[in-house]
T-cell receptor, first 111, second 112 residues
Framework: DAMVIQNPRYQVTQFGKPVTLSCSQT?????MYWYQQKSSQAPKLLFH???????NEADTPDNFQSRRPNTSFCFLDIRSPGLGDAAMYLC??????????FGPGTRLTVL | GEDVEQSLFLSVREGDSSVINCTYT??????LYWYKQEPGAGLQLLTY?????DMKQDQRLTVLLNKKDKHLSLRIADTQTGDSAIYFC????????????FGTGTLLAVQP
């Protein structure tokens, strides 16, 4: 039973063409996170939501935005993808203060 | 600043024990985690340890924490080829965000 679901698993976009990645969860966790993982690197936190409160990391580019319309869903919007944005994007959820559960990730390719 | 370091690569023979090491810098971390990542996949939580513990055992996995030296290790007993993956340690930020700071990852290669 999948608990953190990411769609699509693979996304190809063109340079500068907006793209949206989706994450949903069945765990009813109040915190949802988006991480970027470039090849051979550790995941890096972009931002997270605690309920409806949005928390941006200081070094996350303005090109990255997020929406959380309800508890179950969270979206990552990349307004104008560049070649340097090609990466695996990982969504995670947690009950605050507890372990994070990760989805399978979406691999983004920018042509 | 926060920095979590791991050795890049470890090679062992099937049936041997593997020990993956990690050093961290945030002494206020409450929890420390080990995640496994197989090629092209997300992160799978393997185990975690609370900062007031020295050791935790979970089947083939043993986690040792030396808080004085800020050193964390993961021992995998009777390593199998299915254990081949990248292993990340992570510390939970001691502040209000509970964000994870990941190590650089260790690629474990298990030789048959």
């Amino acid at each position: 039973d999948a608990m953190v679901i990411q769609n699509p698993r693979y996304q190809v976009t063109q340079f500068g063409k907006p793209v949206t990645l989706s994450c949903s969860q069945t765990l009813n966790h109040n915190v949802m996170y988006w991480y970027q993982q470039k090849s051979s690197q550790a995941p890096k936190l972009l931002f997270h939501y605690y309920d409806k409160d949005f928390n941006n990391e200081a070094d996350t580019p303005d090109n990255f935005q997020s929406r959380r319309p309800n508890t179950s869903f969270c979206f990552l919007d990349i307004r104008s993808p560049g070649l340097g944005d090609a990466a695996m994007y990982l969504c995670a959820t947690s009950a605050l203060g507890n372990e994070q559960f990760f989805g399978p990730g979406t691999r983004l390719t920018v042509l | 600043g926060e920095d979590v370091e791991q050795s890049l690569f470890l090679s062992v023979r099937e049936g041997d024990s593997s020990v993956i090491n990690c050093t961290y810098t945030d002494s206020s971390s409450t929890y420390l985690y080990w995640y496994k990542q197989e090629p092209g996949a997300g992160l799978q939580l393997l185990t975690y340890i609370f900062s007031n513990m020295d050791m935790k055992q979970d089947q083939r996995l043993t986690v040792l924490l030396n808080k004085k030296d800020k050193h964390l290790s993961l021992r995998i007993a009777d390593t199998q080829t299915g254990d081949s993956a990248i292993y990340f340690c992570a510390e939970m930020d001691g502040g209000a965000t509970n964000k994870l700071i990941f190590g650089t990852g260790t690629l474990l290669a298990v030789q048959p």
